[in-house]
């Protein structure tokens, strides 16, 4: 599947952060994955923001793997971060550059006040193309 990473000259360069403005795909395949957390199998959190983060990346890699999905296929991820702040993003820009490497998805990053379980923290769901 080829892809292809547009990042307008005229807006500001979003790779220092982890991200691209534009992925653009042909036809192919979509693959929505759900919202991962920090959860292991058992459904227990990581205890902090930096081990939800690993933790959540780590399941959204399984949840690839299972619908034959690898990074490279990913053009856009959504993020949710409880009480986001700038310490925050440092942590997730380096957890979306080891997995994504220099194939940056297009990303929102969404501040909340909660999300679905007591003590999650973070929260990542991604749309991937396969052709």
Do not use: W
Request: charged fraction near 15%.
């Amino acid at each position: 599947m080829s892809k292809a990473i547009i990042n307008p000259e005229t807006l500001f360069d979003p790779e220092p952060f982890g991200f691209s403005h534009v992925v653009s795909a042909p036809s192919g395949r979509l693959v929505y994955i759900a919202g991962q957390g920090g959860e292991n199998r058992n459904g227990v959190l990581a205890s902090g923001f930096e081990a939800q983060v690993g933790q959540a990346f780590s399941n959204l890699a399984t949840a690839m793997s299972a619908a034959g999905v690898d990074p490279s296929h990913v053009v856009k991820i959504s993020t949710f971060i409880v009480d986001h702040d700038e310490t925050k993003l440092g942590l997730l820009t380096d957890a979306v550059r080891d997995l994504f490497g220099p194939s940056l998805p297009a990303q929102t990053l969404v501040p909340v006040t909660r999300l679905a379980l007591d003590g999650m923290l973070f929260e990542v769901e991604a749309i991937a193309v396969v052709g």
